[in-house]
């Protein structure tokens, strides 16, 4: 009974890291297109951007991924 608990939270947490590694690489894709989508010529709006994005992903983390996560 104990181990196929143990199994079973393990793989929750698996689960877990899986969907969190996901929304990091949605977000850094994200980032990265911002970015680079001016080669880093108007940096205060890239920022602003960013800054955007992570406050979306700090309020609901499956709006940067959609259903992938």
């Known amino acids: 009974m104990i181990s ?3 199994r079973l939270t393990q ?3 698996s689960d877990s890291q899986i ?3 996901q929304r ?3 977000l850094f894709l994200k980032l990265h297109a911002i970015v680079s989508s001016e080669g880093g010529k108007n940096l205060v709006r ?3 951007h960013i800054l955007a994005i ?3 992903a700090e309020e609901d983390p ?3 991924c959609g ?3």
Request: include cysteine.
């Open 4 to 6: 196929n608990v143990r």
């Open 11 to 13: 793989a929750m947490a």
């Open 19 to 21: 969907a969190s590694v």
């Open 24 to 26: 990091l690489q949605a």
């Open 46 to 48: 890239n920022v602003s």
């Open 54 to 56: 992570l406050g979306e």
């Open 62 to 64: 499956r709006a940067i």
């Open 67 to 69: 259903a992938r996560c």
